[in-house]
């Protein structure tokens, strides 16, 4: 069964650097999400991406964050300076633009700042 | 803007004992519901959902959910749980309108414990 991988599962980086988390969708699924969890706290959608361009975003998707789809089947979301606060676990999710309305979610990038 | 309420932040229930996982959301729109399951270390998968028609929805695992639009409730129950059945809960909402560029709100979870 086809399903959404996500790459690394584990990411550690310093304050301040940029991050790079990245993301395979199922092949011929049309709309892409990046959500995230913060230990203890609520998964919280950050931005949606259809037909190569941001479809909604959520208040947390500020400056800092940038989404991208460079060769048709990769989905990356770009930190560029990463701040502690942003420790948390990212999730990517896609979907076939079907009546069913079903996200299909990855495994998620564990990201944590020092 | 929605917001979902899961009343529960742990749930511990002994192995073959019924179930049932609190979900309340509030919207000012329409809304089309969802159970969600994360077992360890593996991403989020759908339980069940529902868009429209019976209020009683049947997924995977055995797993059923009641809507209730008066009480705005989407409580997920299982008459008879499995050891295999502990992992993470979350119930999500999405908005009737726009297309599929609309995020999930989620709740913050119940973690279900089954208990020998």
């Known amino acids: 069964e086809p399903e959404v991988t996500q790459t690394p599962s584990h990411q550690v980086t310093q304050m301040g650097q940029e991050v790079i988390l990245r993301c395979v969708p199922i092949?011929?699924?049309?709309?892409f999400y990046w959500y995230r969890q913060i230990l203890g706290q609520k998964v919280e959608f950050l931005v949606s991406?259809?037909?190569?361009?941001?479809?909604?975003k959520s208040e947390i998707f500020d400056d800092q964050f940038s989404v991208e789809r460079p060769d048709g089947s990769n989905f990356t979301l770009k930190i560029r300076s990463t701040k502690l606060e942003d420790s948390a676990m990212y999730f990517c999710?896609?979907?076939?633009?079907?009546?069913?309305?079903?996200?299909?979610f990855g495994p998620g990038t564990r990201l944590t700042v020092t | 803007a929605q917001s979902v309420t899961q009343l529960d932040s742990q749930v511990p229930v002994f192995e073959e004992a019924p179930v049932e996982l609190r979900c309340n959301y509030s919207?000012?729109?329409?809304?089309?519901l969802f159970w969600y399951v994360q077992y360890p270390n593996q991403g989020l998968q759908l339980l069940l959902k529902?868009?429209?028609?019976?209020?009683l929805v049947k997924g995977i695992n055995g797993f059923e959910a009641e809507f209730n639009k008066s009480q705005t409730s989407f409580h997920l129950r299982k008459p008879s749980v499995h050891i295999s059945d502990t992992a993470e809960y979350f119930c999500?909402?999405?908005?009737?309108?726009?297309?599929?560029?609309?995020?999930?709100?989620f709740g913050k979870g119940t973690h279900l414990i089954i208990q020998p």
């Open positions: 999710a896609s979907f076939p633009g079907t009546a069913s309305y079903e996200q299909y």
């Open positions: 092949s011929n699924h049309l709309y």
């Open positions: 991406f259809y037909n190569n361009e941001i479809s909604e």
């Open positions: 919207s000012s729109v329409s809304v089309y």
């Open positions: 529902y868009l429209s028609g019976s209020t």
């Open positions: 999500a909402v999405r908005p009737y309108s726009g297309g599929g560029a609309d995020g999930l709100t």
